[in-house]
Nanobody, 125 residues
């Protein structure tokens, strides 16, 4: 089982990036997929989650209206489209295989069975 993130980089405030997460070794029937981030000196936080099993998505208040999570089942890919980026979005972004979205919503990250290694997003002001 493996999750591989890509797409991070340096962008100016107000710009956009699309992160990709390639899922290997399991399908969207097995897990929900979440995007998380961790800024220097801060705890990891969940920003978006998608459940193909239940047909729902969830966003944290900090990114709602700016970020969009989606998936491409045939390619086993999950994406995070990030628009109107702000300097406070600067962080390492991770995707994770979540047992059920409920764990993501209540921020119980013991419900994440597998993590990717992360991709760095830097937003300059």
């Amino acid at each position: 089982v493996q999750l591989v993130e890509s797409g991070g980089g340096l962008v100016q405030a107000g710009g956009s990036l699309r992160l990709s997460c390639e899922v290997q070794g399991f399908t969207f029937d097995d897990y929900d997929i979440g995007w998380f981030r961790q800024a220097p000196g801060k705890e990891r936080e969940g920003v978006a989650c998608i459940s193909k099993r239940d047909g729902i998505t969830y966003y944290s208040d900090s990114v709602k209206g700016r970020f969009t999570i989606s998936s491409e089942d045939v390619k086993n890919m999950v994406y995070l489209q990030m628009n109107n980026l702000k300097p406070e979005d600067t962080a390492v972004y991770y995707c994770g295989a979540v047992i059920k979205m409920e764990f993501f919503i209540v921020e119980n990250y013991s419900g994440v069975d597998y993590w990717g290694k992360g991709t760095l997003v830097t937003v300059s002001g």
